[in-house]
RNA sequence: GGAGCUGUGGUGUAGUGGCCUAACAUGCCUGCCUGUCACGCAGGAGAUCGCGAGUUCGACUCUCGUCAGCUCCGCCA
């Protein structure tokens, strides 16, 4: 005979005998009869012993929290009145017959039945996932990553892993850099992506490419951000959109069908990013609820309102959110938090049979016969800070409102964001990617007039929280050129840091394209936790340390002596 | 880089310019109990109130600084 897990015991025979191993969880001692709790990752039972074996009675009396132990027994049914209906095997219990104590435990850091701090958790992080909702979650994390490797080999990707240590990539995140002992003032950066390799892997002629990537990027943190994470990384050659979003639409219902028992609909909505914009304030509309955003410009053109009238009559807008039924000064109050230290103020008029509730002037805004009984949230200026704006209320709107379902799962593509953006020194910046194919037929049109270009971009959102993103590539050495030099980087910038692209591109590239999806965000969506730290298993804190191991930490001694020609190298080149 | 919140026995919280020789719960130690299920009961140990400076007759309490954690903005193509 030999151990089995825990969850298993309830599929074993009544009165046979079984060993099982595992976490003293409690220890209920009556003196005559102790009772005793062990848990394993499928589950926990409870064990007994009495007076048929004193000597046992005496060790079991010792045992505490958390002691590692070996549980002989027979698989006994309690007596019909202690059946306790809150436990899976509230049914059974194990009549101890030996037991070993594999390890003690020290008493534990934390009462793991209380809400200890966040940081106490991740110093003893090992005791949280035992106890906590974690083990749940990296199971989930696991199935996750193997039906979406299973789906990928099926579809006939090859599994490929490409260099962490690698080159410096001006712009976008921050690298993190490691000093190289051998070449004294060189060093490598950590893979903020696998953009480059992944493209040099379809030049290769591998066709179709997916990876588990970490990628690291030095920024400061969030609750969903870590400065590590893990993107599933996937390439593929002569294709267009559509089979990305076919093959990852097929992959989100598998996932969610196989993970949570969800049948998710395709094909997913798309918008554009100006539809995005412009409907829901944001490039990554949540669309779990309907309200949407509307213009109230010409409603207020001639409006005595002057706020907003002035406001149009200098080419401004006002935009609003409608929502069917008067509300009161609670939602107000939301909204006002909301906006608090945004800058940007909103009007609320909520209309009903016994008159107006405003925030702002009444007697002005009754006489705006147009307003429909039900609330208006509006916002005037720019359209560009309104629509944001907006989008921050609507969301506030639609959860105090309770529109947002924890279990519902809407997903849409946005598409077509612009190639460049300007960047607040008014230079141009890549919006995606510099790697990403403009929508364009020939390169007179990116030269001419590069804001008005479109990037073949999408973003794969999924209930206001993008998961991932992709392009089309560009795959032809003068046009990724031309984009470098829009980009403002001299024909010198381009050879030195991407002339072996360039020169990847010239010999034999296909047209292909990609995605990378947010691993870890998707995880956290499939858990319905509310930060990445809840489906990392060793995450790091928001100034980036660990508390558990400790890191970062200075260099030993040895290290420094070996590590001082490197940076004595980084000195001499001065800032 | 900026804004906000938090920091009190191992853990989670309470507290207020003198009432504090710092309270409560849990955990820990000792003892009692034959059916509990986060068992119960009795007793006990355990804290220079994050750190530093200042104001004050007097600071856990007020002020400034600093450190750490969290949330948000910037940043993250």
Same mark, same amino acid.
């Given at each position: ?14 009165? #046979?005998?079984?060993? =099982?191993? &595992? ?18 990752? $499928? ?46 095997t509230g049914d059974i219990e194990i009549e101890v ?6 390890n003690p435990c020290a008493p534990l850091p934390y009462?793991?039945? &209380? ?20 083990? $749940? ?28 240590? $690698?080159?410096? $990539?001006? &712009? ?49 943190? *969030? ?22 979003? /076919? ?19 395709? %094909? ?26 509307n213009d109230y410009t010409d409603n207020f053109s ?10 149009? /009559? *200098? ?20 909204? /006002?938090?909301?906006?608090?230290? +945004? ?8 209309? #009903? ?88 037929? #020939? ?12 990037? *073949? ?33 001299? #024909?010198?910038?381009?050879?030195? *840091? ?29 858990? &319905? ?28 001694? +040895?290290?420094?002596?070996? =590590?001082? %020609? ?10």
């Amino acid at each position: 005979m030999s151990r089995i897990y825990i969850g298993d015991v309830k599929n074993v025979k009544l009165d #046979s005998v079984v060993e =099982l191993c &595992g976490w003293v969880q409690y220890v209920r001692d009556f003196g005559k009869v102790v009772f005793f709790v062990i848990k394993d990752r $499928t589950g926990i039972i409870q064990c007994y012993t009495s007076t048929q074996s004193e000597e046992l009675l005496e060790l079991v009396k010792k045992l505490s929290m958390d002691d590692v132990v070996r549980v002989r027994g027979t698989v006994k049914r309690r007596p019909e009145d202690q059946i306790n209906p809150n436990m899976e095997t509230g049914d059974i219990e194990i009549e101890v017959e030996n037991f070993e104590v594999l390890n003690p435990c020290a008493p534990l850091p934390y009462d793991v039945n &209380g809400e200890p701090s966040e940081f106490t958790k991740l110093k003893y992080r090992y005791v949280d996932i035992r106890h906590g909702e974690l083990l $749940t979650n990296l199971k989930t994390r696991s199935v996750a990553s193997s039906v979406i490797r299973n789906y990928l080999s099926r579809n006939g990707f090859w599994e490929i892993e490409t260099p962490y240590l $690698t080159k410096y $990539t001006p &712009g976008g995140a921050r690298n993190f850099v490691v000093p190289v002992r051998q070449q004294p003032g060189y060093f490598y950066a950590l893979a903020e992506s696998p953009q480059i390799f992944k493209q040099m892997l379809m030049i290769s002629g591998i066709d179709r490419y997916f990876q588990f990537a970490r990628c690291f990027r030095d920024e400061d943190l *969030r609750a969903d951000r870590q400065p590590e994470f893990t993107q599933v990384d996937i390439e593929a050659s002569f294709v267009t959109e559509e089979n990305i979003y /076919d093959l990852v639409e097929g992959m989100m219902q598998q996932l969610f069908r196989e993970v949570l028992g969800v049948q998710v609909e395709t %094909p997913f909505p798309r918008m554009t990013y100006d539809e995005a914009m412009s409907l829901y304030g944001s490039d990554k509309p949540d669309l779990r609820f309907q309200m949407t955003i509307n213009d109230y410009t010409d409603n207020f053109s001639a409006s005595k309102f002057n706020a907003f009238r002035n406001v149009i /009559d *200098r080419g401004g807008v006002v935009k609003g959110l409608y929502w069917n039924k008067p509300l009161d000064r609670s939602a107000l109050k939301v909204l /006002d938090q909301a906006s608090s230290g +945004s800058g940007n103020k909103f009007l609320f008029v909520s209309k #009903s049979v016994n008159g107006l509730l405003t925030n702002g002037p009444k007697s002005v805004l009754t006489e705006e016969t147009w307003l429909e009984d039900g609330t208006y949230v509006f916002a005037a200026g720019d359209k560009w800070d309104v629509l944001p704006f907006l989008g921050e209320l609507r969301l506030a709107l639609g959860e105090y409102l309770g529109l947002l379902d924890d279990d519902e799962y809407k997903f849409v593509w946005v598409t077509s964001r612009p190639m460049f953006e300007i960047a607040e020194d008014g230079s141009l910046q890549a919006a995606h990617h510099p790697f990403t194919m403009p929508d364009i037929t #020939s390169i007179d049109e990116i030269r001419k007039n590069p804001l008005k270009v479109r990037a *073949r971009a999408y973003d794969i959102v999924l209930n206001g929280v993008e998961i991932g993103g992709g392009s089309i590539r560009i795959h032809k050495a003068d046009l990724q050129r031309v984009v470098f030099e829009i980009l403002g980087l001299s #024909s010198e910038q381009i050879e030195e *840091r991407f002339g072996f692209f360039l020169d990847a591109l010239s010999y034999g590239a296909p047209p292909h394209g990609g995605i990378a999806l947010g691993f870890d965000r998707l995880v956290m969506l499939l858990c &319905g936790a509310d930060s990445l730290r809840q489906v990392i298993v060793f995450p790091k804190t928001k100034s980036g340390t660990c508390p558990l191991t400790g890191a970062p930490a200075r260099l030993f001694a +040895s290290q420094r002596q070996e =590590l001082l %020609p490197i940076f004595k190298q980084v000195i001499e080149e001065g800032g």
